[in-house]
């Protein structure tokens, strides 16, 4: 399914502030996707298994990350293979990673936590009643409402406030280990990162 946000929706959403057109947000039709792949994996990867080598995985760190597609962590971070949980959702928020924080530090024994928000975050455009919205105009209210109504998006309004809220977060959950927690901000303009918490 393609629930892709093109740049031009993107860029209609966010003129359209609080979220009036919530077409934009999810395409009416479902096309099957045979025959127009996006990515190159789709194709056999003999080339890209010539060079592979298996590698140990005893991950130290979990990274939780939004999943716009400009984030390459590994490359951004310098995260070297096998040694941190990459946990991305939209928005990049704590919500939506704990059962895997919890699977993380308790089976694969991570310890530190690394939240990393960014810049011209489309969570930060629209609202989680706006994407309810989208939802219910999509799939009809009836269908839409008992989902919606127990979806929350964590959109948010401030990244100072969305990283705060996240490690407090951390810092309030009695099943996780919160020593070494820290939020940051990627400036998907210049590739910078700042520690806000
Ligand atoms: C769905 O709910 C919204 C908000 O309550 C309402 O404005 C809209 O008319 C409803 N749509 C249908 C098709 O019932
Ligand atoms: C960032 O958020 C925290 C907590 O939400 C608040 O105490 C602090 O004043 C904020 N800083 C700025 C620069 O807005
Ligand atoms: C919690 O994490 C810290 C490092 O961040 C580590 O030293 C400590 O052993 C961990 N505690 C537990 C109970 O795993
Ligand atoms: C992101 O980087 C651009 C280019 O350096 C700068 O103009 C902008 O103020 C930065 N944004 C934040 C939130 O720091």
């Not at 077409?23 to 479902?30: I, N």
């Not at 003999?46 to 984030?71: N, Q, S, W, Y």
């Not at 293979?81 to 991570?110: C, D, E, K, M, Y």
């Not at 406030?161 to 407090?168: K, M, Y």
Request: charged share 15%; hydrophobic share 40%.
């Amino acid at each position: 399914m393609r629930f892709l946000l093109s740049a031009p929706l993107l860029a209609a959403a966010a003129l359209a502030l609080p979220f009036s057109a919530p077409r934009a947000l999810v395409p009416r039709e479902h096309p099957s996707l045979e025959g127009t792949h996006t990515l190159p994996f789709v194709t056999p990867n003999t080339e890209a298994a010539h060079t592979f080598a298996p590698m140990d995985h005893e991950p130290t760190a979990i990274l939780v990350t939004c999943m716009d597609g400009r984030i390459l962590p590994e490359e951004a971070f310098g995260i070297k293979a096998g040694t941190v949980n990459v946990l991305r959702n939209a928005g990049g928020r704590v919500a939506g990673a704990i059962p895997s924080i919890l699977v993380s530090q308790v089976a694969l024994g991570s310890h530190e936590i690394i939240v990393v928000h960014h810049t011209d975050c489309g969570m930060h455009k629209y609202t989680d009643a706006g994407i309810h919205e989208a939802l219910e105009s999509h799939y009809g209210n009836d269908t839409a409402r008992p989902y919606t109504d127990s979806i929350a998006f964590n959109t948010f309004t401030s990244l100072n406030h969305s990283l705060h809220d996240d490690i407090r977060l951390l810092r309030d959950h009695p099943l996780i280990n919160s020593t070494q927690v820290s939020g940051w901000a990627y400036n998907v303009t210049d590739g910078l990162l700042q520690r806000y918490v």
